[in-house]
């Protein structure tokens, strides 16, 4: 059972337009900031998002990260067939003094 | 270029001990924080212990509280977790992630399979 809650899957067809989820707690999102992973079959995670809405350098700005209270969303624009990856919230939780992560949602290109 | 590579996986008994080890390079390695984050086969991603860049302060997942220990080793630009008391639950990958305060670079991972 994780600490941050995501939905299991989502999908999307190729130029559309998916959100998703995740939702935690006071401790955790509603007072740090929230990343976002990326992770491709068989690879590691890669950072997508931080500090809740920051892109890293080279990640495409159709993908783009927004919080409010205690939950975070992702979206994806112009859903491309090589976003089909499973998407991993993060956060840091200062009642458990560590990062705590969602289950994460598997996309699915359609 | 900021690069991370995990060695020291393996197939080990229950009960049995186990040091991980996360060689870094391409960065000050000394400046960062460092994470030591699993992921059981087919599932979601645990964090497992913090370092801090000097060392000073470490916190670690309440599953591995106890049984693992996490340090590191700034002239060797290598940050290691050492593992007892393992336990069928503890397997899987093993990656590390640099920075506490935003894990943003991650190594391949080291498979570790506690089996009897």
């Known amino acids: 059972q994780s600490v941050l809650t995501q939905p299991p899957s989502a999908s999307g067809t190729p130029g559309q337009r998916v959100t998703m989820s995740c939702s935690g707690s006071s401790s955790n999102i509603e007072s740090n900031t929230v990343n976002w992973y990326q992770q491709l079959p068989r690879t590691a995670p890669k950072l997508l998002i931080y500090?809740?809405?920051q892109r890293p350098s080279g990640v495409p700005d159709r993908f783009s990260g927004s919080t409010s209270g205690t939950s975070a969303s992702l979206a994806i624009s112009g859903l491309q067939s090589e976003d089909e990856a499973d998407y991993y919230c993060a956060a840091w939780d200062d009642s458990l003094n560590g990062w705590v992560f969602g289950g994460g949602t598997k996309l699915t290109v359609l | 270029q900021v690069q991370l590579v995990e060695s020291g996986g393996g197939v080990v008994q229950p009960g049995r001990s186990l040091r991980l080890s996360c060689a870094a390079s391409g960065f000050t390695f000394g400046s960062y924080g460092m994470n030591w984050v699993r992921q059981a086969p087919g599932k979601g991603l645990e964090w497992v212990a913090v370092i801090w860049y000097d060392g000073s302060n470490k916190n670690y997942a309440d599953s591995v509280k106890g049984r693992f220990s996490i340090s590191r080793d700034n002239s060797k630009n290598t940050v290691y977790l050492q593992m007892n008391s393992l336990r069928a639950e503890d397997t899987g990958v093993y990656y590390c992630?640099?920075?506490?305060?935003?894990?943003?670079?991650w190594g391949q991972g080291t498979l570790v399979t506690v089996s009897s």
């Open positions: 500090e809740s809405n």
């Open positions: 992630a640099r920075g506490y305060d935003k894990p943003d670079y």
